[in-house]
């Protein structure tokens, strides 16, 4: 495959932004062999954000011929409180519900699980040399920067935090030059914690990225995050300032069960939630729905994707772009029932390898019934 293809299946939706694409056609000219990751905190049911989104971009890299890794972050889960800070039991579900999750996941987006290497995060924390790493990347970072980062972790700026999360940020960046990883991956919220890591790698001492005798700075990609179903918090949004803030504040959210779709949900389940779903008639800046048919119906295009009406409505309709439906939604022509509906079937559809799965395979979900979730 040709430098070009692999560049357009790394940049290609649900991908929102690389850092930087020019360095990356300068790792696969170069010829360098590519690692990627994504870290994950074990804090509860696999929604579509995590399962759906990362998948896709997993099995994105897999084409590309890139090495796939995914990071299980126990001891991060642990600082940050998840699972009611316990870390036997956020160990036992991150080998548990959430692996089989997210193989289950890249499978229905078109990866190969097998090829997807997991890592749970305290078989290589304990090893001493680790911490060198942070404690280098720490002497390269001031204190104002950590406290700003700490947004990656879901807290606020002032909110009373104990000393444990002020590590936190070092320890994401010390998980990608530990482990060799030169494609960083995760959701557009991780992107401080990678800007970081792209401004100190050719200063580290300690496990820094090198090739042919040089350092070099790793890549960055940052997929979409959907919107959560619920309304905002503020309707009309009148300014474009707070469209963005309430756009990045809405993000899909396990701890809102109702904003969230998992990939575990019944079919009667999903249908529910996408009937309540935030979705007003030709609103086409700010609507779930359309965010959802956008990034997971017509990430690839074009695509078939089938509304069924009854004749009085105008019958069946059929969109190959996404930009033919949206057009449609926003001149009045299609009714938002009508496309809840039929996002609500398409992803009945898409995760019945997935709730066939966890039917035959009980016990992790059994296990989920028993913690405790926490933000």
């Known amino acids: 495959m040709d430098i070009e293809k692999k560049i357009e299946l790394i940049t290609r939706k649900p991908t929102e932004e690389v850092l930087t694409v020019k360095n990356l056609r300068q790792l696969l000219e170069m010829g360098v062999p590519l690692q990627h990751y994504i870290g994950f905190e074990i804090s509860g049911y696999i929604h579509l954000g995590t399962g759906l989104m990362a998948g896709a971009k997993i099995a994105d890299f897999q084409k590309a011929g890139i090495k796939t890794r995914i990071f299980l972050a126990d001891w991060h889960s642990w600082i940050n409180d998840k699972l009611g800070g316990d870390l036997e039991t956020i160990q036992k579900v991150a080998l548990t519900y959430f692996k089989e999750g997210m193989k289950q996941s890249i499978k229905v987006m078109g990866g190969d699980p097998d090829k997807v290497e ?208 949206k057009k449609d939604f926003a001149e009045g022509k299609l009714h938002p029932l009508d496309l809840k509906n039929a996002v609500a079937e398409y992803l009945i559809e898409l995760l019945k390898p997935v709730r066939e799965y966890f039917e035959k395979h009980p016990e992790p979900l059994e296990l989920m019934k028993e913690v405790k979730i926490t933000r």
């Open 118 to 325: 997991f890592v749970l995060a305290s078989e290589i924390l304990e090893k001493g040399d680790y911490w060198q790493t942070v404690i280098d990347i720490s002497k390269n970072v001031t204190l104002s920067r950590v406290m700003r980062s700490i947004t990656i972790m879901g807290r606020q700026m002032g909110e009373a935090i104990d000393f444990a999360k002020l590590i936190y940020p070092m320890m994401q960046v010390a998980d990608i030059f530990y482990q060799g990883v030169n494609i960083a991956h995760a959701g557009m919220d991780q992107r401080k914690a990678h800007v970081i890591a792209i401004e100190v790698a050719e200063k580290l001492k300690y496990h820094p990225l090198i090739w042919e005798g040089k350092k070099y700075k790793p890549v960055a990609v940052h997929h979409h995050l959907l919107l959560g179903l619920q309304e905002p918090p503020k309707w009309p949004i009148e300014s474009e300032e707070e469209f963005k803030e309430i756009k990045a504040a809405m993000k899909m959210s396990k701890s809102k069960p109702y904003s969230a779709v998992f990939i575990h949900d019944s079919p009667e389940e999903i249908r529910q939630k996408l009937r309540k779903a935030f979705c007003p008639a030709r609103e086409v800046r700010y609507n779930p729905v359309l965010d959802w048919a956008e990034h997971i119906i017509f990430r690839e295009e074009p695509t078939e994707f089938t509304i069924h009406r009854p004749a009085k409505f105008g019958g069946d309709v059929t969109y190959t772009t996404f930009e033919e439906l």
